[in-house]
């Protein structure tokens, strides 16, 4: 079992910055794929970034390539995604996400996820 929970959401303005985490407890950290997805007020929940264990493969939504990096640290158990460029279309609640595969995390529905983080961009 994984436990994961974000942190570092708010309100930015446009074209502004934040830093996402979220921290995993339970079993070794460094076995799991991670990611982060997003689902906006109405609108269904979003894949927007993955990376694999070592951190060797790393994919993004085309929406936020070039403005988002996801990043890992075993050793710490937390995993990031520092969100530049912010726009308000980037408006939605981000959660983290753990899977034993990347590509399931890519392209299905990852066995763990966390409470969420509240992202609000101002126009």
């Known amino acids: 079992q994984v436990q994961l929970v974000e942190s570092g959401g708010g309100l930015v303005q446009a074209g502004g910055s934040l830093r996402l985490s979220c921290t995993t407890s339970?079993?070794?950290?460094?076995?799991?794929?991670m990611g982060w997805f997003r689902q906006a007020p109405g609108k269904e929940r979003e894949f927007v970034a993955g990376i694999s264990r070592s951190s060797g493969s790393i994919y993004y939504a085309d929406s936020v390539k070039g403005r988002f990096t996801i990043s890992r640290d075993n050793a710490k158990k937390t995993v990031f995604l520092q969100m530049n460029s912010l726009k308000p279309e980037d408006t939605a609640v981000y959660y983290c996400?753990?899977?034993?595969?990347?590509?399931?995390?890519?392209?299905?529905?990852?066995?763990?996820w966390g409470q969420g983080t509240q992202v609000t961009v101002s126009s």
């Open positions: 996400a753990a899977d034993l595969s990347l590509d399931t995390i890519v392209v299905h529905t990852p066995d763990y």
């Open positions: 339970g079993r070794t950290f460094s076995i799991y794929a």
